[in-house]
């Protein structure tokens, strides 16, 4: 590092579709010298780092030397020149510092009269902290819109995922003799009778790492130690922060090539794969209960195979990119709550890098009329919904079933608690992407398509301009009213003991069967709690339509509170109906499905799951293009809060549209 305190670096404004590209090298340990040069990502060769920035408030900073840089053109080919000594720095936290120097090749200067005029072998690379001016929020928006392209031109992209943390050497040896058995038959890989995890024989790590090797390493925890290669190897590479950031999943999927790089050890993304694909394979991943490591490298190596499989001819552009389209949509339900708001200090970063994966469909302009560091929090998630509910099938969260061609209301299922949206100041019906963690209705309840049909039309109107910065942003919805909220069990509120007799009590509330039923509401009870299991089954055998259960029917009768069964439910029959492994996660963090939802029943008997911010007297209603059920709260002068989605036995397959009243349609105004 330099020595004598050095005048700031002051950044030149680029050209359109430049970008700076960083040159460094290093002349000992303790220095690390750069020069900047613009350019054009296509007019040069250079790599691309993807890492995890440090917001570590306590960390050391840094001086950057920076000298000046010049291009010149000889005999028709690109030249840069680099003027000796140090002239301007830049401020960098201690481990951007050291990521730089992990990169810098060590070299000494030319001290020939040549074309280079500088240090014999520098690194040209692209680090978003230095190449972009972090304090000009227009340049900053227009470099973000270039990410995809940064990444797709660079020749190589370095994984950074830190410093040599602890026993770094052996965690990337490990990897490696997991990666060479991925072609290798579980039976032929060799194993050890002294060494078990969970009763099965663990891999024979002696005679996979080398038997001198394996006691260097591990020799003072014993054989007995199951596991210990995997678990190090996993916690020291797997469980590196850059594997959960919002940024990760667009860098990774846009690179060609890439290297995972900790300090000075090194791995190709392939062998990486691999390594997990064999973890998981030979069941170390969940005999270690160590899941998340190995599926999240996993998920990204799918998403970047889907995408490099999809770049074809330019001449067949329209073509891959619907098939680019239609391979993403499916899985970025499931993988943008993974990544979703880590590793950012900025919340609109995370709307700015999950729209970004899907660039080319935006190219229309609105994209990138929405990537805007001048705008503030609020007025980007407004607009992000507009302009997610404006791509139709093109949005990452939109999930078209076959024979449907209308733009869904897939944004409203991603209100998964309204509660942070009051304290944030943002409208009830759009979604708070600090919380958007899944599972939402939909996933639970796969195919479900409450609110859609052949013979209704959505009705979407948005806020104009001009009311984005009002209190209450409205959103027109049309659909119909349908049920009314009469009990809501919190998990959170209760003990077990407490809410499986409050179950019981409201069980008992209601004369059996359950409405549009034959089946009683003992047996309707786990359908609710287990819909993943059940989700198909009051769409079967029904016994009459939604509407005559709810007496719209000549001859027919409402299900009613007060028509109580002559013998009440007791808690030991609930219990009952609920298998062992139900019990287990409900006592558990994989409580899935239930945790963040409460249980409601309705004044009609219909039961469900819904948001734990519902109370008794809001209702349900279904929209014309939404997937699921809503739960909706009345406001004043005509207006209604969003609650969030619901599940509710009965209707989610569309069955309140079924001979819908077609005085009952209106138009919601949500606020």
Known sequence: MPTQPLQQYQYRPLEPSQIRILHIWSYSDSEVTCAIHHARPEELEYSAVSYAWSYD???????????NASEEVRDGSRAITWALGRNTSIRVKRSTWEMLKSLAPRGGVCEHECSCRGPTETAAVWVDQICINQADKAEKGQQVKMMHQIYQHANMTYVYLGKEEGRADVAFDVGYALAALVDVDSDDIPRSDDCRLFGAPEIDWAALLGVDDYKRRFGGFGRAYGG???????????????????????????????????????????????????????????????HSHAERVMVLHGLRQQYRYTKGPASHLEDRDKLL??????????????????????????????????????????YFDLVDYTLSLRTVLIRAVELWHAGGHQSPFNV?????????????????????????????????????????????????QAGMGPHVEPHVVFAKSSELSLDEVPLVVRGIKLLKLHRVFSKMESSDEDRYSQHAEMLSEFSDPYPTTDISYLEAYPRVLRPEAYQFACQNDRTCTFWESLGHAPGT????????????????????????????????????FTTGRAFISTTSGYMGLGPRASEPGDEIAVFFGGRSPY?????????????????????????????????????????
């Open 57 to 67: 408030p306590n960390e050391d900073f840094c001086d950057l030397a920076v000298t």
């Open 557 to 592: 009768r409402p299900y009613i509170v007060g028509q109580a069964r002559d013998t009440a439910y007791t808690k030991t029959e609930i219990l009952r109906m609920l298998p062992p492994a139900y019990m287990l996660a409900d006592r558990t963090f994989i409580s899935g």
């Open 228 to 290: 210990l290669p995997y678990r190090l190897f996993a916690e020291l590479v797997l469980g590196c922060k850059w594997f959960t950031r919002t940024w990760t999943v667009q860098e990774l999927v846009c690179s060609k090539d890439v290297i995972v790089k900790m300090g000075g050890f090194e791995m190709p993304w392939e062998t990486l794969f691999a390594a997990c694909v064999v973890a998981v394979r030979e069941g170390l991943t969940v005999r270690l209960m160590i």
């Open 631 to 671: 739960v909706i709260r009345r406001l004043a002068f005509g207006k209604y809060k969003f609650i969030g989605p619901c599940i509710i036995l009965g209707i989610m397959g569309g069955e309140a549209l079924d001979g819908h009243p077609a005085e009952l349609v209106e138009d919601f105004v949500l606020v």
């Open 400 to 448: 078209i079933l076959p024979g449907q061609s209308v733009r869904l209301l897939s944004f409203l299922d991603w209100v998964l608690d309204v509660r942070t949206n009051d304290e944030a100041g943002i409208p009830s019906w759009v979604p708070h992407w600090d919380i958007m963690i899944g599972p939402n209705i939909t996933q639970i309840w796969q195919g479900c």
């Open 325 to 366: 389209i239609a391979l993403l949509h499916r899985t970025m339900p499931n993988v943008l709550p993974k990544f979703l708001g880590r590793g950012v200090t900025d919340a609109r970063d995370k709307v700015f890098a999950a729209l970004n994966m899907l660039i080319e469909p935006f190219a229309d302009g609105k």
